[in-house]
């Protein structure tokens, strides 16, 4: 059974980099034709897909965070990260690790996902 | 980016009877369109792929419908566990987004 375990600083300061990484058992990162992706939900609200990753590292970006995200692939550990910088407030959130089954244009849906890792941006 | 719009943001239902809840895209979005149920402190758990395709172990009582701009999510009998709120998905390209939701609650 495939699963998913995100981990990283529960709280981090205005201005710093947030950064999590999410850990895959019961699979390879490397199987074709799966993406690893992260998804947030700010607390009480829906769902933001930030990004995802190919075994290869090609990515792809949420346009309003392109600037500011980075994820990255470490297929030696079979995990898969993600670096936010220059957060604020607006960034505190449950940050979600998920596999992505590609779909249509580079596309697709979440079929696992991690438990979620709640991270604060506060001073 | 496109928009999804999910209606009503609270649809309130009985046990046992029908839920029917919407998701309107603002462009075609063909059938790529999946459906998620979210628990209360839990990970979203995907239901219905292909806007009508169940997922793996998902009950028959959940079906999906709809294509291009207007998809709808069918609970046929409301179980106790089926009450979550439910979000829709597009992936017609690589720009995901997500609608704003629909909780289903008892009435």
């Known amino acids: 059974q495939l699963q998913l375990q995100g981990s990283g600083p529960g709280l981090v300061k205005p201005s710093e980099t947030l950064s999590l990484t999410c850990t895959v058992s019961?699979?390879?990162?490397?199987?074709?034709?799966?993406?690893w992706a992260w998804i947030r939900q700010p607390p009480g609200k829906g769902l933001e897909w930030i990004g995802h990753?190919?075994?290869?590292?090609?990515?792809y970006y949420n346009t309003s965070l392109n600037t500011r995200v980075t994820i990255s692939v470490d297929n030696s550990k079979n995990q898969f990260s993600l670096r936010l910088t220059s957060v604020t407030a607006l960034d505190t959130a449950v940050y979600y690790c998920?596999?992505?089954?590609?779909?249509?244009?580079?596309?697709?849906?979440?079929?696992?996902w991690g438990q979620g890792a709640l991270v604060t941006v506060s001073s | 980016e496109i928009v999804m719009t999910q209606s009503p943001a609270t649809l309130s239902v009985s046990p046992g009877k029908r839920a029917t809840l919407s998701c309107r895209a603002s462009?075609?979005?063909?059938?790529?369109l999946a459906w998620y149920q979210q628990k209360p402190g839990q990970a979203p758990r995907l239901l219905i792929y292909?806007?009508?395709i169940r997922a793996t172990g998902i009950p028959a009582r959940f079906s999906g419908s709809g294509s291009g701009t207007e998809f709808t999510l069918t609970i046929s009998s409301l179980q106790s566990e089926d009450f979550a709120v439910y979000y829709c998905?597009?992936?017609?390209?690589?720009?995901?987004?997500f609608g704003q939701g629909t909780r289903l609650e008892i009435k």
């Open positions: 462009q075609s979005v063909s059938s790529n």
């Open positions: 998905q597009q992936y017609d390209n690589w720009r995901i987004t």
């Open positions: 292909g806007a009508s």
């Open positions: 990753i190919y075994h290869s590292g090609s990515t």
């Open positions: 019961g699979g390879s990162i490397n199987s074709s034709p799966y993406y």
């Open positions: 998920a596999r992505h089954l590609p779909g249509y244009n580079d596309g697709g849906y979440f079929d696992y």
